[in-house]
């Protein structure tokens, strides 16, 4: 935002906010993504909406961005970009809400990255772009005020007397045309008939919260469109490195000081200390971690069977937050010892490396049974998105403490770490988009070795299950206890089979007739309309 200050007899100084400049392909491009993002998203769901007005907002940054631009040399504004494609494919193939996700994180990053070529933390990308796009609001009001003054009421008046005579002449003639030609007029009337049935349509449409939401595509546009540089995290991740560097003593050269050797004596010893303090917690978690890991591998790792009356839900849900929090813990432990100078203590280093090493590969053997303790809940109850979830979460993990290994013997920094763990999580968010895990859920619980169904969770699914569903009604005979309650629900409702059978008809016909009414070509997915015509077909 830029402010011009000038003083006139006025006491103290007016500002004048001047406006961002804009180019010629910006001015044309912002209202046009703003009618787009309305005519996309007005009372529409999520689908082939997103998917085109990610396109338009990628399209419009390539075109400006000049060739010899920075972003191009990166190889992170690349891999956003191949991953914003990928996500918004994965929306019109699937619709699905981490497909959703992936897309918009995808181009906030990219847009991150247009805006600081240089940034290598995507989280530091993305919380650019939305300090960019915050910077550029401010700059485009004055384009919204009324020209005022002498000077702009003199060019309106010279315009409007320039456009006047031409404007005339072309109703006299077209009024000729009319009374001389009859297809003309009929041509005319028509066009004049279905000009006033779209303004008739389009009033009563115009409402404060759709006025709210243009406003709403408008500004996202131009957040989108309009780069305005935005420095501080970019400033603020160039004060760290990839590697850790050794801190030394302050002291002054060229005589003008002399280097105080008891300070330095103190922190040798302070830092023997810190030494000794990580040896032994090494030593004493490594031998406590070591039974964990023995009795989880004799109990868990082969031929767990659960007695009768076994709590697997507490087995699983309690077991494996505290595991996970552990290993959390460990890899916070390490990081902390491995911070600074104590990567530099030759006498003590290798047992240190080692001691940590063995710490880390233990935590990834803790790791692996997490995984088990979750396994054996999907094999007994049933699949849900919290057991796709802890499973993403230990592919994470496993990669963390990867990279805490390269930390221990590379002496890699944390912001390295971050970096790394962040493109991780990028790659992880990719990988769930590309998932169809709703209907991967349906097929496995609705099998025939389980005795109790959650129908009510299969019911509160998007629409693509419903076809798995009405195949597989017949798995419905041989349950004991189906659940139809929704998830959430305060009280657990079951039913007999045939009143399963019932709900999941029920959900059927409302869906068969509510799709055609309420979905549109802007929320169009391939998942769901192959869904319907399963369900027309049958």
């Given at each position: 935002?830029?402010?011009?200050?000038?003083?006139?007899?006025?006491?103290?100084?007016?500002?004048?906010?001047?406006?961002?400049?804009?180019?010629?392909?910006?001015?044309?491009?912002?209202?046009?993504?703003?009618?787009?993002?309305?005519?996309?998203?007005?009372?529409?769901?999520?689908?082939?909406?997103?998917?085109?007005?990610?396109?338009?907002?990628?399209?419009?940054?390539?075109?400006?961005?000049?060739?010899?631009?920075?972003?191009?040399?990166?190889?992170y504004?690349?891999?956003?970009?191949?991953?914003?494609?990928?996500?918004?494919?994965?929306?019109?193939?699937?619709?699905?809400?981490?497909?959703?996700?992936?897309?918009?994180a995808?181009?906030?990053?990219?847009?991150?990255?247009?805006?600081?070529?240089?940034?290598k933390?995507?989280?530091?990308?993305?919380?650019?772009?939305?300090?960019?796009a915050?910077?550029?609001?401010?700059?485009?009001l004055?384009?919204?005020?009324?020209?005022?003054?002498?000077?702009?009421?003199?060019?309106?008046?010279?315009?409007?007397?320039?456009?006047?005579?031409?404007?005339?002449?072309?109703v006299?003639?077209?009024?000729?045309?009319?009374?001389?030609?009859?297809?003309?007029?009929?041509?005319?009337?028509?066009v004049?008939?279905n000009?006033?049935?779209?303004?008739?349509a389009?009033?009563?449409?115009?409402?404060?919260?759709?006025?709210?939401?243009?406003?709403?595509?408008?500004?996202?546009?131009?957040?989108?469109?309009?780069?305005?540089?935005?420095?501080?995290f970019?400033?603020?991740?160039?004060?760290?490195g990839?590697?850790?560097?050794?801190?030394?003593?302050?002291?002054?050269?060229?005589?003008?000081?002399?280097?105080?050797?008891?300070?330095?004596?103190r922190?040798?010893?302070?830092?023997?200390?810190?030494?000794?303090?990580?040896?032994?917690?090494?030593?004493?978690?490594?031998?406590?971690?070591?039974?964990?890991?023995?009795?989880?591998?004799?109990?868990?790792?082969?031929?767990?069977?659960?007695?009768?009356?076994f709590d697997?839900?507490?087995?699983?849900?309690?077991?494996?937050?505290?595991?996970?929090?552990?290993?959390?813990?460990?890899?916070?432990?390490?990081?902390?010892?491995?911070?600074?100078?104590?990567?530099?203590?030759?006498?003590?280093?290798?047992?240190?490396?080692?001691?940590?090493?063995?710490?880390?590969?233990?935590?990834?053997?803790?790791?692996?049974?997490?995984?088990?303790?979750?396994y054996?809940?999907?094999?007994?109850?049933?699949?849900?998105?919290?057991?796709?979830?802890?499973?993403?979460?230990?592919?994470?993990?496993?990669?963390?403490l990867?990279?805490?290994?390269?930390?221990?013997?590379?002496r890699?920094?944390?912001?390295?770490?971050?970096?790394?763990?962040?493109?991780?999580?990028?790659?992880?968010?990719?990988?769930?988009?590309l998932?169809?895990?709703?209907?991967?859920?349906?097929?496995?619980?609705?099998?025939?070795?389980?005795?109790?169904?959650?129908?009510?969770?299969l019911?509160?699914?998007?629409?693509?299950?419903?076809p798995?569903l009405?195949?597989r009604?017949?798995?419905?005979?041989?349950?004991?206890?189906?659940?139809?309650?929704p998830?959430?629900?305060?009280?657990?409702?079951?039913?007999t089979?045939?009143?399963?059978?019932?709900?999941?008809?029920?959900?059927?016909?409302?869906?068969?007739?509510?799709?055609?009414?309420?979905?549109?070509?802007?929320?169009?997915?391939?998942?769901?309309?192959?869904?319907?015509e399963?369900?027309?077909?049958?």
């Amino acid at each position: 935002m830029t402010t011009i200050s000038a003083s006139f007899a006025s006491p103290g100084p007016v500002v004048r906010r001047v406006p961002l400049p804009l180019t010629a392909l910006q001015k044309l491009l912002i209202p046009v993504g703003a009618v787009l993002f309305d005519v996309l998203f007005w009372n529409q769901e999520i689908g082939l909406n997103l998917a085109l007005y990610t396109l338009f907002v990628v399209g419009a940054t390539l075109a400006g961005l000049p060739r010899h631009a920075a972003a191009w040399r990166s190889g992170y504004f690349r891999l956003l970009l191949a991953g914003t494609l990928l996500s918004a494919g994965t929306v019109v193939w699937y619709g699905s809400g981490a497909a959703a996700l992936a897309c918009v994180a995808s181009l906030t990053m990219l847009l991150g990255y247009v805006n600081q070529p240089h940034l290598k933390l995507v989280a530091y990308a993305l919380l650019t772009a939305v300090a960019g796009a915050a910077r550029v609001l401010p700059g485009l009001l004055p384009y919204l005020r009324l020209p005022a003054g002498k000077g702009n009421w003199a060019r309106t008046r010279f315009y409007g007397r320039l456009l006047a005579v031409p404007l005339l002449i072309l109703v006299v003639f077209h009024i000729l045309f009319v009374l001389a030609n009859p297809v003309y007029a009929r041509l005319t009337d028509a066009v004049l008939t279905n000009l006033g049935a779209w303004l008739a349509a389009l009033l009563p449409a115009i409402s404060v919260p759709h006025l709210l939401f243009f406003l709403l595509g408008l500004a996202l546009t131009a957040g989108a469109l309009v780069v305005v540089p935005f420095h501080f995290f970019l400033d603020h991740e160039s004060r760290f490195g990839e590697f850790v560097l050794r801190q030394r003593d302050r002291v002054a050269s060229f005589g003008v000081r002399r280097p105080d050797f008891r300070l330095q004596n103190r922190r040798t010893l302070d830092l023997r200390k810190e030494y000794l303090a990580a040896l032994a917690v090494f030593g004493l978690v490594n031998l406590l971690l070591l039974l964990v890991n023995v009795i989880d591998i004799r109990w868990i790792w082969f031929g767990f069977r659960p007695e009768p009356g076994f709590d697997l839900t507490q087995f699983v849900h309690e077991g494996t937050y505290v595991l996970i929090l552990s290993i959390l813990v460990a890899m916070g432990i390490v990081l902390w010892f491995f911070r600074r100078n104590l990567n530099f203590y030759q006498q003590g280093l290798p047992a240190l490396r080692w001691g940590a090493t063995v710490w880390v590969l233990q935590n990834a053997v803790l790791a692996v049974s997490v995984g088990l303790r979750n396994y054996y809940y999907i094999l007994h109850t049933e699949l849900a998105y919290k057991r796709i979830g802890v499973y993403g979460f230990l592919l994470l993990t496993l990669f963390g403490l990867l990279t805490v290994l390269l930390k221990i013997w590379q002496r890699r920094s944390a912001y390295s770490l971050v970096r790394l763990n962040g493109l991780a999580v990028y790659a992880l968010l990719l990988l769930l988009a590309l998932g169809n895990w709703e209907i991967w859920i349906a097929r496995y619980n609705l099998s025939s070795r389980f005795q109790t169904l959650n129908l009510g969770f299969l019911l509160a699914m998007p629409e693509r299950v419903l076809p798995e569903l009405a195949a597989r009604q017949s798995v419905l005979d041989g349950m004991t206890r189906i659940i139809i309650s929704p998830p959430g629900a305060y009280t657990e409702t079951t039913a007999t089979p045939a009143e399963a059978r019932a709900a999941v008809q029920a959900r059927l016909a409302q869906w068969q007739q509510a799709y055609p009414r309420y979905h549109h070509w802007q929320s169009w997915t391939q998942a769901e309309a192959t869904a319907y015509e399963a369900i027309r077909a049958r």
